[in-house]
């Protein structure tokens, strides 16, 4: 079976640049998970869905981070306008019915010039 | 505002020795406490989890010893090797009546070597 699958891996783009990060997490899940890790300040959830709803984005830092999940086999995250302190490496996470176990997907290393 | 403190930041540990991480947090809520295991360039993954109907899980050379009236939870490696070289890191989310998953707030990470 495929695990979570992201897509950028690695992403470099300038200031202002739109970004968007993809994710499509395991078949049959359904709730689905965005963290964001830094040196600085480790793993931080910054939105979760469930059933493709999202259910708590009080994580997502301000209003240049939005996040979709128009199905449940694919979700966006997007920063617009970028800034360097959004680089980060950016992980999509989802869990399946009735079970806390997150899977992880092998995230997407952003980096903002 | 860290919720869950996680110590040591950093552990050098010699192969076969008892490699021994901890955790703290804050709120009660809180009813799943997993830790993960992170390579470099990998995703966190799942190594052991608890909750605190339980004061002690094993699996194999893992265990989380819990104490809920302390508000602790601690991950202990026996016969540590040198394949756990990593990062751990505790977790903890609430949970519901359904039994579903919640947002997980993690520690800030222990980068584990064990010397061979």
């Known amino acids: 079976d495929a695990g979570v699958i992201q897509s950028p891996r690695h992403e470099v783009t300038e200031m202002g640049q739109e970004v968007t990060l993809r994710c499509k997490p395991i078949?049959?899940?359904?709730?689905l998970f965005w963290y964001r890790q830094t040196m600085m300040r480790g793993l931080e959830l910054l939105i979760y869905f469930n059933n493709n709803v999202p259910i708590d984005d009080s994580g997502m830092p301000e209003d240049r981070f939005s996040a979709k999940m128009p199905n449940a086999s694919f979700s966006t995250l997007k920063i617009q306008p970028s800034e360097p302190r959004d680089s980060a490496v950016y992980f999509c996470?989802?869990?399946?019915?009735?079970?806390?176990?997150?899977?992880f997907g092998p995230g997407t290393r952003l980096t903002v010039l | 505002q860290q919720q869950v403190k996680q110590s040591p930041q950093s552990l050098i540990v010699q192969k076969g020795g008892i490699s021994i991480i901890n955790c703290a947090y804050e709120?009660?809520?809180?009813?799943?406490f997993p830790w993960y295991q992170q390579f470099p360039g990998k995703g966190p993954a799942l190594l052991i989890a608890i909750r605190p109907d339980v004061s002690e899980k094993k699996e194999g050379r893992f265990t989380i010893s819990f104490n809920k009236s302390a508000k602790q939870f601690s991950l202990h490696i026996m016969d540590s090797q040198p394949g756990d070289s990593a990062t751990y890191f505790c977790?903890?989310?609430?949970?519901?009546?359904?039994?579903?998953?919640?947002?997980?707030?993690f520690g800030k990470g222990t980068h584990l070597i064990i010397q061979p």
């Open positions: 709120n009660t809520a809180f009813d799943y």
């Open positions: 977790a903890a989310s609430p949970s519901y009546s359904g039994g579903g998953a919640d947002g997980l707030t």
């Open positions: 078949s049959g899940h359904d709730y």
């Open positions: 996470a989802s869990s399946s019915p009735g079970r806390h176990e997150q899977f």
